[in-house]
């Protein structure tokens, strides 16, 4: 199966609420991660490198930073004259009520987009996991198998989401036994919400579950249909993270600084593409002590850094402490601050003096704009 041949599909406001101390001024899909990044740069720069040259970013709310930060997908080489990047905001409050309320409502509200396309198949995928996945093995994996879908899904740790499908049982590669919301916190065979399908299929099986009323895409299209419809289950190893709480959210940014997990996630065969800003390189000023931490192009960094993500244009002056930190863009810790285990939120200032301090299991949220 050939990239072209797919259609690419992002919802990019699903599971907003597992981190919702971060998503309320944004959508999940613009959340910013690893210190020069948002997580549509992941999903999206999978999809591209796999050659996907179509893909639709469907919206509910908080979407502005998302589109700023897309905008004619240049970046991803999907600013074209045939397919590229099309978002699909809500067009009525009905709209908006079926996005929160189901997935099938969502697609329901996006048939028009699907009957369009001339692709055979749709890739659709949330942004809730980080991870740099060869796509075009996966489409190989499909076609060969000759199931009607296949689901992606991960061994390990169950997710902290609600619902969070779980797969029971699994025979010659096909999904035998589903089962939703169970297995949180255990070792088990967990979907990752990214579906390979065909496009007829998917339109179908989505005009007739509306029509009576289904909601869950889960629940009422794949657990309901698992013997009347071959579904695959296609394993993804090696680096990936699901983001399912803050902390969650904390703990798969600092997996980075591992540099196996870091070359893991960033492959040189498959880039990943994000927003060029073609800042000036950061400065370290003779005084400064870092250690072990991410920092992004334009910040100024005088005071001591250990463990930390820094986002661009942040500024740590002297005799300032951050540890096991976050911080993103335009953040501002004053002379004789000391920051350790806390997120803070865009344009972020912590005045001299101030001491904020959370813990490994709880990180300290510091809201956008917030000035201490």
């Known amino acids: 199966m050939n990239g072209k041949d797919v259609l690419g599909l992002i919802f990019a406001n699903t599971d907003d609420d ?16 690893g210190g020069a990044y948002r997580l549509v740069d992941f999903v999206l720069s999978n999809m591209v490198n796999a050659g996907i040259t179509k893909v639709g970013v469907v919206t509910n709310n908080n979407y502005q930073s998302l589109m700023d ?29 079926n996005y929160n309320a189901s997935r099938i409502g969502a697609l329901k509200n996006i048939l028009h ?72 916190g255990k070792t088990t ?20 579950s509306y029509a ?16 009347k419809l071959s579904v695959g289950a296609y394993e993804v190893k090696g680096f990936c993270k699901v983001i399912d709480s803050l902390a969650g959210y904390f703990d798969a940014n600092f997996s980075l600084l591992d540099s196996k997990n870091y070359r893991a996630l960033f492959n040189r ?10 800042d000036m390189p950061t400065v370290y ?13 334009g910040c100024i960094i005088s005071g001591e850094v250990e463990n930390c993500i820094i986002f661009r244009d942040c500024r740590v002056e002297k005799g300032a402490i951050v540890k096991n930190s976050i911080l993103m863009p335009h953040g501002f810790i004053a002379e004789d601050a000391s920051v350790n285990y806390c997120i803070a939120d865009k344009a972020v200032t912590v005045r001299s003096g101030k001491n904020l301090s959370g813990a ?13």
């Open 285 to 297: 000023a003779p005084e400064c002590d870092v250690k072990n931490s991410l920092i992004a192009d």
């Open 269 to 278: 065969e498959r880039p990943v593409y994000t927003k060029v800003y073609d």
């Open 360 to 372: 490994d299991s709880y990180p300290v949220y510091i809201g956008k704009n917030i000035h201490i």
């Open 113 to 184: 987009f699907l009957e369009k396309s001339n692709k055979e198949y749709v890739f659709m995928t949330d942004c809730t996991y980080v991870a740099n996945l060869d796509l075009n093995e996966i489409f190989d994996y499909h076609e060969k198998s000759g199931c009607d879908m296949t689901q992606l899904y991960m061994h390990g740790k169950t997710p902290a989401i609600k619902d969070n499908p779980v797969l029971d049982k699994i025979e010659d590669g096909r999904i035998t036994k589903m089962s939703l919301g169970t297995g949180e």
């Open 69 to 97: 930060h897309i905008g004619t997908g240049k970046n991803w080489d999907l600013s074209r004259k045939n397919d590229g990047i099309y978002f699909l905001p809500p067009f009525n409050a009905e709209a908006v009520e």
């Open 212 to 227: 009576k009323g289904l909601v869950s895409f889960e629940k009422d299209i794949i657990m309901k249909n698992l013997k």
């Open 18 to 33: 597992v981190i919702s101390e971060v998503t309320g001024v944004r959508s999940m899909a613009s959340v910013p991660f």
């Open 189 to 208: 065979d967990f979907a990752l919400k990214a579906i390979i399908i065909k496009k007829s299929l998917l339109e179908s099986l989505v005009s007739v």
